[in-house]
């Protein structure tokens, strides 16, 4: 009989719905999930529908280093050297970074620059300024309490040098939470057989479930970060100028968009 529980190595307790948790997040990104992320996010149909958004973004604000502080499997890292970025590439996973590097090697023989860190801590194992930090792929989620989200914000502010960008992203939780599921799953989660959605939603918790092809699933707890909230958030820490990209676009309407871009300025 297919086994279609979730992965026994992630372990969520005896109510998953109570894992609401910053720390958690390592325990999420198990080995079997890790590999089976890029299938999930098949790389060459996510190539596609981003285009050259972030590079161009980039390359428009003058950028040359670039922080990945949410490496996962190292999609933009990859992207960012192949296009002549000086860039270091951090993940709190160690799981993470060993798929990244492989696949660093694999895709144009890139030796990326890894370093395992959490973002609380930040400061503490990356040294130097960059012109940009990124945290793409709905990373900030992971974070359960706004203390957290402070200290990490503040953290990726400090590392910027003093006219740096940070680019983040995130699902519009606020589509999900006001009007229900709909994502038709074009921007980042685009392997064919794969689905992602939410089995449980309220305004503490988004759990996410992801079915594989081989009947696997896997599943994530996030908090379903709000539009404003984290823009507001951006602000406080210090960032000067803030644009809310919608899916790409720089309007649109609210609940239209699967994702939203902030790209925030230091001055
Ligand atoms: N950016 C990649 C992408 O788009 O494919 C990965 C996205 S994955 C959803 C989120 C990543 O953030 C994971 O690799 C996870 O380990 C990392 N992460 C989550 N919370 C973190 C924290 N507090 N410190 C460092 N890394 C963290």
Redesign the pocket.
């Known amino acids: 009989m297919t086994d279609l529980t979730s992965h026994p190595a992630q372990a969520f307790g005896a109510d998953p719905l109570q894992v609401r948790d ?1 720390d958690h ?2 325990d999420e ?1 198990v080995t079997g999930f890790v590999e089976k ?1 890029d299938e999930l ?1 098949d790389w060459k149909k996510r190539y596609e529908s981003e285009g050259s958004f972030f590079v161009d973004l980039l390359k428009s604000r003058r950028v040359k280093s670039v922080l ?6 190292g ?2 890292s990859v992207r960012l050297l192949e296009e002549g970025f000086e860039t270091v590439s ?4 160690p799981e ?1 970074l060993v798929k990244a590097f492989e696949n660093g090697k694999n895709y144009g023989g890139h030796i990326l620059q890894v370093v395992h ?4 801590w930040l400061n503490r194992d990356v040294h130097g300024e960059f012109d940009a930090v990124i945290c ?4 900030f989620t ?2 359960f309490s706004e203390r ?1 989200r402070r200290k ?1 914000l503040a953290e990726f502010y400090a590392v910027l040098k003093h006219d740096g960008i940070l680019i983040l992203d995130q699902r519009n939780y606020d589509a999900i939470l006001d009007n229900g599921f709909s994502s038709k799953h074009t921007y ?1 989660y685009c392997g064919d057989a794969v689905t992602a959605e939410p089995e449980y939603i309220d305004e503490g918790l988004a759990r996410f479930r992801y079915s594989f092809p081989d009947h696997s699933q896997f599943h ?1 707890n996030m908090y379903p970060l709000r539009k404003d909230y984290v823009r507001r958030l951006l602000r406080e820490v210090g960032f000067q100028r803030l644009e809310t990209y919608g899916d790409f676009q720089d309007t649109f309407a609210e609940d239209e968009p699967d994702f939203l871009i902030h790209v925030a300025e230091k001055s």
Do not use: Q
């Not at 951090?90 to 996973?93: E, L, N, Q, Y």
């Open positions: 910053t997040y390592t990104y992320w996010i990945d502080v949410a490496t996962g499997t999609f933009h951090v993940d709190g996973s993470m860190a959490d973002w609380r793409l792929g709905n990373s992971h974070l957290d990490a980042y994530l």
